[in-house]
């Protein structure tokens, strides 16, 4: 396994620099703006136990006996 492949993904301090100044420009701030991120209700327990059956349904190996063979939890 080559390690330099795994740093390349890394930016560098001067990209990150250029990222925070153009989002201060853009926004005036660096912070994060509101609803930009996943919607409250994506993640209801109906949600949940719909995505819970799904794959207990499926014939993986792997998921299956891991997330299937516990106990069911509303939240992870």
């Given amino acids: ?3 330099t ?3 390349e993904r890394i930016p ?5 620099q250029n990222r925070l100044i153009q989002k201060i420009d853009a926004h005036g ?5 509101p609803g930009s991120g996943r919607p409250k209700s994506a993640r209801t327990t ?4 719909v995505v819970h059956d799904l794959i207990c349904s499926q014939d993986d190996e792997v998921m299956r006996p891991v ?3 516990a ?3 509303s939240t992870f």
Avoid: F, Q
């Fill in 1 to 3: 396994m080559e390690l």
């Fill in 71 to 73: 106990p069911y939890r």
């Fill in 46 to 49: 109906d949600n949940i136990a």
């Fill in 12 to 16: 560098t301090v001067g990209v990150i």
């Fill in 5 to 7: 492949a795994s740093y």
């Fill in 29 to 33: 701030t660096t912070d994060r703006r």
């Fill in 67 to 69: 997330l299937c063979g």
